[in-house]
Every structure is written in structure tokens, then in C-alpha cells.
């Protein structure tokens, strides 16, 4: 059995579809790449799966959404965060004026009553991220981009999830903040965290895969192993800046 099912996931935001018919599944321990152009519906699918695409809002989604064999479509999204399946929001989010700590212990919220699993979780974040440690009284709207987004990590880990979704964490950062991310990601899952990674550094998000989707117009076009999709033509004419001609006669000449 999957750690998590998505079957059939229809989403639209008032009576324009954006997702239609995704199916895709995670199993525990693997890293899975969501590759897609601008606009392809990779965020919608992050807020499908965390619970955030409500009728409120005039958002929508149906379909079946399964974490360790529970259906859970129909909960609200601090349900879902509760029952381990964590969101890193694309462009991070943190609340700028509240400190770094609270930014932390906000993540926390649905272990309010576990006092022990946040004071241990927020052990473990700064121990990771040492950085945040240092800045821990700063208002979160002073920190570097590189260091929000891994305030962005940490506050989704305090909540000691099992299924972490990242939305785009490399967005605007230095190639080696990028590097310094990407192995954090890693080594969560390393630790036993399985891992959803939406990422526009396609070759990079690919070479610490499993497995990936490529989603195009709201449609789940290629999956494979992602060895199999860093060989695909598709792919790499698409998202790796690959072409199948070849030069080696320009350069001969
Ligand atoms: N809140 C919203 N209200 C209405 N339409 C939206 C909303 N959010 C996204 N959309 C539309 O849904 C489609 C998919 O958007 P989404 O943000 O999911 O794509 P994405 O793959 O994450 O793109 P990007 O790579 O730019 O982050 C786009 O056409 C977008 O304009
Ligand atoms: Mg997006």
C-alpha cells in the first residue's frame, strides 16, 4: 500500500478546471519530483493535496486523496497536517513581523497539547538549520531569502510530519543556498521523511528523485523512475533545455 493515493483529483478555481483527472501515488521513504511549466497546475495540486483548495475561496476539488489507507479528501487542512502530511508553501509565506521562534512554534499548533514533540522538533530545526538558531529572536521579515525558506522547512517540521510537500524551495535563491536546500531535503528524507517536490531546477529535483510526474495543462502527461524521465526526449527538449540535435558539426568546423 501507498503512504499516499490521489485518485481521479479534479481541481478549479470558480468555473475554470485546472487539474483534471490526476492520479498519482508516494510510497514511504521516496522523494517524487512534480515537473511542469508556469501555470501547469503544480501549486494547485499542493493546495488539493494539503487541504487549502476550499469551496470558501471559490476553489474546489473532488477526487480521493488516501494517507496510510485513510480517505482523506473531506478534511480541512490542520487535519491533514495532524494526521503528518506538511506543506512548504511556494514563496515561503513566513509571517514577516512575528519572530523566528513563534514563525516555529505557529508550525506547531495542531501538538499544542504535545509540549514534549514541539520542544523536541524545534530542537531538531535549529540543530539543522543553525542559522535560524542564531537569528531565533528576529522578525522573520529580516532574514535573508535562503534563510526563510529554510524557516518555511522548519516550521512545517515542528509539526513532525511524515509526507513533506515542497512548492518550488529553491525560488530565487543563490545556486548554493539552492545546493544547501536540496540537501536538507535529502536528508529528511534520509531520516525517514517522505517527500513531494515541486521544483522549476528540473535536472536538480530529478537527480534526488525516485520518481517523478510531469504535469502539463492540468494533466499528468509522463511518469516514470526519474532516471527514466532525465532519458526522456520530452522531457529533456521541455524542461532541461535539451534538444535531440546534436552540434558536434558546428564545432567541427
Ligand atoms: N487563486 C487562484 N484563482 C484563480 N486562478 C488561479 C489561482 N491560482 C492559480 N490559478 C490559475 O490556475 C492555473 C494553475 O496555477 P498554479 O499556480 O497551480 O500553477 P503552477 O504550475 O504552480 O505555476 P508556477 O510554475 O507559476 O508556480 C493557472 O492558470 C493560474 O492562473
Ligand atoms: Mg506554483
Same mark, same amino acid.
Given at each position: 500500500?501507498?503512504?499516499?493515493?490521489?485518485?481521479?483529483?479534479?481541481?478549479?478555481?470558480?468555473? &475554470?478546471?485546472?487539474?483534471?483527472?490526476?492520479?498519482?501515488?508516494?510510497?514511504?521513504?521516496?522523494?517524487?519530483?512534480? &515537473?511542469?511549466?508556469?501555470?501547469?497546475?503544480?501549486?494547485?495540486? !499542493?493546495?488539493?493535496?494539503?487541504?487549502?483548495?476550499?469551496?470558501?475561496?471559490? %476553489?474546489?476539488?473532488?477526487?480521493?486523496?488516501?494517507?496510510?489507507?485513510?480517505?482523506?479528501?473531506?478534511?480541512?487542512?490542520?487535519?491533514?497536517?495532524?494526521?503528518? %502530511?506538511?506543506?512548504?508553501?511556494? /514563496?515561503?509565506?513566513?509571517?514577516?513581523?512575528?519572530?523566528?521562534?513563534?514563525?516555529?512554534?505557529?508550525?506547531?499548533?495542531?501538538?499544542?497539547?504535545?509540549?514534549?514533540?514541539?520542544?523536541?522538533?524545534?530542537?531538531?530545526?535549529?540543530?539543522?538549520?543553525?542559522?535560524?538558531?542564531?537569528?531565533?529572536?528576529?522578525?522573520?521579515?529580516? @532574514?535573508?531569502?535562503?534563510?526563510?525558506?529554510?524557516?518555511?522547512?522548519?516550521?512545517?517540521? &515542528?509539526?513532525?510530519?511524515? @509526507? %513533506?510537500?515542497?512548492?518550488?524551495?529553491?525560488?530565487?535563491?543563490?545556486?548554493?543556498?539552492?545546493?544547501?536546500?536540496?540537501?536538507?531535503?535529502?536528508?529528511?528524507?534520509?531520516? /525517514?521523511?517522505?517527500?513531494?517536490?515541486?521544483?522549476? !531546477?528540473?535536472?536538480?529535483?530529478?537527480?534526488?528523485?525516485?520518481?517523478?510526474?510531469?504535469?502539463?495543462?492540468?494533466? &499528468?502527461?509522463?511518469?516514470?523512475?526519474?532516471?527514466?524521465?532525465?532519458?526522456?526526449?520530452?522531457?529533456? $527538449? $521541455?524542461?532541461? /533545455?535539451?534538444?535531440?540535435?546534436?552540434?558536434?558539426?558546428?564545432?567541427?568546423?
Amino acid at each position: 500500500m501507498s503512504m499516499l493515493d490521489v485518485r481521479n483529483l479534479h481541481a478549479s478555481y470558480g468555473d &475554470v478546471a485546472v487539474l483534471h483527472d490526476v492520479n498519482l501515488h508516494v510510497d514511504e521513504g521516496e522523494i517524487i519530483a512534480i &515537473v511542469g511549466s508556469n501555470g501547469a497546475g503544480k501549486t494547485t495540486l !499542493m493546495r488539493a493535496l494539503s487541504g487549502l483548495m476550499t469551496r470558501s475561496r471559490r %476553489m474546489s476539488a473532488t477526487g480521493t486523496v488516501v494517507l496510510d489507507g485513510e480517505d482523506i479528501s473531506r478534511l480541512i487542512a490542520s487535519r491533514r497536517l495532524r494526521r503528518g %502530511m506538511a506543506l512548504v508553501p511556494e /514563496g515561503r509565506q513566513v509571517w514577516p513581523e512575528l519572530s523566528v521562534e513563534d514563525n516555529l512554534l505557529l508550525g506547531g499548533f495542531t501538538r499544542r497539547r504535545e509540549s514534549t514533540v514541539v520542544a523536541e522538533q524545534l530542537d531538531y530545526v535549529l540543530t539543522t538549520f543553525p542559522r535560524l538558531r542564531e537569528r531565533l529572536q528576529q522578525d522573520a521579515g529580516t @532574514l535573508s531569502g535562503g534563510e526563510q525558506q529554510m524557516l518555511a522547512i522548519g516550521r512545517a517540521l &515542528v509539526s513532525r510530519p511524515r @509526507l %513533506m510537500l515542497f512548492d518550488e524551495p529553491s525560488m530565487g535563491l543563490a545556486p548554493v543556498i539552492v545546493d544547501q536546500i536540496l540537501s536538507s531535503i535529502t536528508q529528511l528524507r534520509d531520516g /525517514g521523511t517522505t517527500v513531494v517536490l515541486v521544483e522549476q !531546477m528540473v535536472n536538480l529535483a530529478l537527480e534526488i528523485a525516485d520518481r517523478g510526474y510531469v504535469l502539463e495543462r492540468g494533466h &499528468v502527461v509522463i511518469s516514470g523512475p526519474a532516471a527514466e524521465l532525465t532519458a526522456n526526449e520530452q522531457v529533456r $527538449a $521541455a524542461y532541461l /533545455g535539451v534538444t535531440s540535435t546534436t552540434y558536434e558539426s558546428d564545432t567541427d568546423d
